[in-house]
């Protein structure tokens, strides 16, 4: 199925966090992390709440750094420290009623090929893992941190006619 298609029947979005929404890089500061987020990725994020849509975070990272950052933007919940992503997803299933043919994943390396074999719609970044992007309906031309979430979710809400509409012009 084409994958445009695809997007006119999302209502979730589900995204991993490190080479996702940051490049992967991490530098190590004592005793905390610091990574880079992209502006364009966190204001499509919180325009899509703001329309609705039930946007998570599953990570392998501990940060509630994060966690905090993405809740404030509108994000339903942020699950870290998730080792099985695909485990994650059904518990978000029973707490949140959502469903994977309605859902858009996108994640980078090998821990979220499980997840993206059961979801709906997978995207990748186009710095993924050769194994992710042999599996995924799109790859976008953005890398990890660069506002590859932003492509997916803008693509996703012009499909259906809701980009730039109620919302767009206010943070």
């Avoid at 004592?30 to 325009?47: E, F, L, N, W």
Wanted: proline residues 2%; contains cysteine.
């Amino acid at each position: 199925m084409n994958y445009k298609i695809k997007l006119k029947t999302i209502d979730c979005f589900i995204f991993d966090v490190d080479g996702v929404l940051t490049n992967g890089s991490v530098l190590i500061n004592g005793t905390d992390y610091q990574r880079s987020i992209h502006v364009k990725d966190s204001y499509a994020i919180q325009y899509a709440a703001k329309l609705g849509y039930k946007i998570f975070l599953i990570t392998g990272g501990e940060s509630e750094f994060i966690r905090k950052t993405y809740i404030k933007l509108g994000v339903t919940d942020v699950r870290l420290e998730s080792s099985n992503k695909k485990e994650v997803f059904e518990q978000l299933v029973k707490a949140f009623g959502v469903t994977a043919e309605r859902s858009l994943y996108m994640g980078d390396d090998i821990p979220d090929i499980p997840l993206m074999k059961i979801i709906g719609t997978t995207t990748a970044p186009q710095d993924a893992s050769i194994d992710v992007k042999a599996l995924v309906d799109y790859i976008s031309p953005l890398n990890g941190g660069m506002g590859c979430v932003r492509d997916v979710i803008e693509q996703t809400l012009r499909v259906q006619g809701k980009w730039l509409g109620d919302g767009a012009f206010t943070w």
